[in-house]
């Protein structure tokens, strides 16, 4: 996963097919655009996001707001680099 831009953020929310700003599927498409890759996908579609259980799921919106919002330190902890 890589750092989000205000673009991911934007070019969601310019999306059609989310009801609006707390439609759930923005999280989806988001991860979808930041994750670089998954297992043996070198890119990530936001359908396969979709299909993941909501366990895993949890696990990366964690990591996203992790080192999005998180303190470097706790990145390195999660990861062992740093942003």
């Known amino acids: 996963m890589r750092l989000a831009t205000a673009r991911d953020e934007l070019v969601v ?5 989310p009801s609006g700003p707390e439609d ?3 999280t989806i498409l988001v991860l979808a655009r930041v994750i670089v890759s ?3 996908m070198d890119t990530v579609p936001p ?3 979709e299909k993941l259980c909501a366990s895993d ?3 990366l ?6 080192i999005n919002f998180g303190e470097e330190d706790d990145v390195v902890a ?3 680099s740093g942003i």
């Open 78 to 80: 999660l990861t062992g």
């Open 38 to 40: 998954l297992g043996t």
């Open 24 to 26: 759930p599927r923005l």
């Open 61 to 66: 919106q964690k990591f996203y707001a992790m």
């Open 13 to 17: 929310l310019r999306d059609h097919s």
């Open 57 to 59: 799921h949890a696990h």
């Open 47 to 49: 359908d396969v996001t």
